[in-house]
């Protein structure tokens, strides 16, 4: 298994260094997500039921989830690029 064409006595060059795998993505940005829009979830939530004093059938439900609806969006975006970033 010798190359016909090299001169006698030389050797085989050695093979290309093998280069370590890259490091692994740091996952702490998906936690921040993922917990950050958790806890706006939760404290959106808590602040519907008591503005609306836990009856949410009652005439002040319709103003307290409107009136929340943003931040429970915004609490529902970081939670799903949360658990997107920590899916990779």
Do not use: Y
Not at 6 to 21: C, E, Q, T, Y
Not at 45 to 52: D, L, M, R
């Amino acid at each position: 298994m010798s190359n016909p064409n090299a001169p006698a006595g030389s050797a085989v060059p050695p093979p290309p260094p093998v280069h370590p795998p890259p490091p692994p993505k740091g996952r702490g940005l998906g936690w921040f997500f993922a917990v950050s829009g958790s806890i706006v979830l939760l404290l959106t939530v808590g602040c519907i039921v008591a503005a609306t004093g836990g009856d949410l059938t009652g005439e002040m439900s319709g103003v307290a989830i409107l009136c929340g609806s943003p931040t429970l969006i915004l609490g529902g975006v970081f939670l799903w690029l949360g658990s997107r970033r920590l899916k990779r």
